[in-house]
């Protein structure tokens, strides 16, 4: 059998019917297409979280707060009021850990800040000298909180540059710097001192936005708390990093007067830990979406059959013609198999392409990084191919079966 | 060449059995010009469909070339199809919006003929037929008697040892027919060996020989004595 010649008629027959072949493409069209850039936008995200958690700083573990016991009555974890700067200063200070190298106690809020005629609500973050290089944060003008400032509960405040943009407007576009102005919080006036460097980032997770005030002016003149909402750790080397999570739990077990870990008032978290915490959520989303396209490639898959199964009856003559002819059923059946195939797989092309397009446009509105996978790409032709031979398969066997003189006399 | 005995063949719709042939014997020598006659249900569709090896018969033998096509499966009743039998339908059956080339290309396709020879044999059967200059005309642009003129090309494309005419002037005017006829006959005058199946008479004349069927029983098998000579019909 010449395959050339087949591949022609099939290309020829469905030339003939374009809106019909137009219409059951489009199924495999919106299925691939939608697979594809769900595929991406879901890995993307993925990504972009990675980044920005890594950007936190690396060797970096995160002590908070648990849920806090009184009376038997459990509180929301996180909410609790356990962990103190005390705690902070014995893990640095405490002869039995070897694993530790800086500790940045903190305690934030969410604060509405005055600047003027602007104002903005956000972070408010109260942190010690040790912030800068536990969580990799540097200023691009004017100076951090000094160990000054935390001694003497001054009132000065350093701006992420987002929040910066928000209070006192562009640089280039006219806006005055930050630096030396004052600033508004909860009725209180503080000066800035500094601006950090851009960490990027948007949406829930925007490392700009925050105001950053010391540590003992938050708890003290701020919120009137004297317990922190978390405890930054900087751990010596990567390899040691369990050794210190048990160190660190340890310690704050004894000094909480705690004898189980499992009664523990606080959890230690390591990056790992939060990346794979991350990782598996936007995971879930993306399974979750590709699932939905997915069943949306099924009744695309559908729609083709129930095409071919009208062109198998529409074109029983011919059939017939082409047995009379001495067309054997393997050709009868690979000229509608590959019918079917044509069209899902031209189909796939186009929403690969069609997929793509929509991964870059949406990444590129949404501030997202554009990750292109090839292994999904690859995937969806595959997919595509199989799903006209899965769903052309029955069609093209009903035609291959149509005994010849049946099929001759069918008007 | 065509050899059938006790050709049977049994239908069954629901309860009743019918009996669309029942033991018939005879035939046909290689070069022959044999027309199978008789009135509409005496059987000869389905002495058709044996002969053109679209069907097996329920028992009986039916050799054709020596081989006993009533054992085949339907892959190699496909080949015996496309090998040794050219068929001519009365509804010419040619692919629509196909040109006549592509037309009698088909069997040779089926039949793995290479591309250069199956173009070049499918000229040479269109301009047989005077259809040289029709060769790109798709079965909408042709005629009746054209189409059924591509319909004989396309039967000869494999030279095949019968040429099987079911009815082939039946959807034909008059003046066309003769012309399907007087190929038919040329063909016969050059060796191949033509079936005409037909109920009637004017066209079972044309043929040598005369086979007639009532209610599935072969009635008479005689030789035309008062053939008409095609090739003095003028229109």
Known sequence: ?411 | MIRVSHLTKTYKTGEIEVRALDDVSFEVKKGEFVAIMGPSGSGKSTLMHLLGALDIPTSGKYFLDGKNVADLDDDQLAEIRNEKIGFVFQAYNLLPRTTALKNVMVPMIYGDVPREERTKKARKYLEMVDLGDRLYHTSSQLSGGEQQRVAIARALSMNPSILLADEPTGNIATNQAVEIMKILDGLNQKGHTVVVITHENEIAECTKRIIYLRDGKLEKDEMNKHRRELSKITL
């Open chain 1, 1 to 411: 059998m010449d395959y050339q010649e087949l591949v022609l008629e099939s290309f020829s027959t469905l030339a003939l019917n374009k809106v019909r072949t137009g219409l059951a493409m489009l199924g495999v069209v919106i299925g691939i297409g939608s697979v594809i850039a769900l595929v991406s936008l879901g890995q993307a995200s993925q990504r972009l979280i990675e980044d920005q958690i890594k950007t936190l700083g690396s060797n970096l573990l995160t002590v908070s707060p648990g849920a806090q016991r009184s009376g038997g009555i459990r509180g929301a974890a996180g909410g609790g009021q356990t962990l103190t700067y005390d705690d902070a200063k014995a893990i640095i200070t405490s002869p039995q850990i070897t694993t530790v190298k800086k500790v940045s106690p903190e305690y934030s809020g969410r604060e509405q800040i005055v600047a003027g005629r602007n104002n903005t609500n956000t972070q408010v973050v109260g942190v010690t000298p040790e912030y800068t290089e536990v969580r990799n944060t540097g200023v691009s003008s004017g100076f951090f909180i000094s160990q000054q400032n935390l001694d003497g509960m001054s009132k000065v405040a350093v701006l992420g540059p987002q929040t910066a943009l928000d209070l006192f407007g562009p640089p280039a576009g006219g806006g005055v710097d930050p630096v030396g102005k004052d600033i508004r919080i909860k009725g209180l006036t503080f000066r800035v001192v500094g601006i950090t460097v851009s960490k990027g980032g948007s949406g829930f997770m925007n490392l700009d936005d925050r105001v950053f005030v010391p540590l003992t002016t938050a708890q003290k003149q701020l919120f009137g708390v004297d317990y922190l909402s978390s405890i930054s750790i900087e751990v010596v080397n990567q390899d040691v990093m369990v050794e210190a999570q048990n160190q660190v739990g340890y310690l704050l077990l004894e000094r909480h007067k705690l004898k189980d870990p499992a009664q523990a008032d606080f959890s230690i978290m390591s990056q790992a830990d939060i990346i794979g915490t991350a990782t598996e959520v936007t995971g879930t989303f993306t399974t979750l979406l590709s699932g939905i396209a997915a069943i949306s490639l099924m009744v695309g898959g559908i729609g083709i059959m129930n095409i071919m199964l009208v062109t198998v009856t529409e074109r029983t003559r011919e059939i017939g013609l082409r047995k009379a002819l001495g067309a054997k059923k393997k050709i009868v059946n690979a000229q509608f198999l590959l019918e079917a195939v044509m069209v899902t797989f031209v189909g796939g092309l186009i929403g690969v392409v069609l997929g793509v397009g929509v991964a870059y446009a949406l990444s590129r509105s949404m501030g997202l990084p554009f990750a292109l996978s090839v292994p999904s790409i690859l995937l969806a032709f595959g997919v595509s191919a199989a799903i006209g031979v899965l769903f052309g398969w029955y069609p093209a066997q009903k035609a291959a079966n149509l005994a010849p003189i049946e099929a001759l006399r069918y008007e």
